[in-house]
Nanobody, 121 residues
């Protein structure tokens, strides 16, 4: 069994910062791309940022220059540093990872439970 456990959400004022963490645990052979998605009320889930196993990153236009994604392969953990937060960043943030549990298996998408980020004065 594989689990993704997120932490670091909360309430922050506009212009503030938060750092999200997501740790994968369980029976893991390898992890490919890892990423963060978010879903605001009444909206579809959208990609925020992703990082491949060779550390290539990709960002939504709305967060470029403000957010930074990173990963620690030794800890099976991905991070999202969020700076200059805006009210429109308010959403539930979900961690995602493509994980192989055995060398002969194809990667399977796993999701975290979500963590609430609220940007408000």
């Amino acid at each position: 069994q594989v689990q993704l456990v997120e932490s670091g959400g909360g309430l922050v004022q506009p212009g503030g910062s938060l750092r999200l963490s997501c740790a994968a645990s369980g029976s893991i052979f390898s992890i490919g791309a890892m990423g963060w998605y978010r879903q605001a009320p009444g909206k579809q889930r959208e990609l925020v940022a992703a990082v491949t196993s060779d550390l290539t990153t990709n960002y939504a236009d709305s967060v470029k220059g403000r957010f930074a994604i990173s990963r620690d392969n030794a800890k099976n953990t991905v991070y999202l540093q969020m700076n200059s937060l805006k009210p429109e960043d308010t959403a539930v943030y979900y961690c995602n990872a493509g994980i192989r549990r055995r060398s002969f298996q194809s990667p399977v998408d796993y999701w975290g439970q979500g963590t609430q980020v609220t940007v408000s004065s």
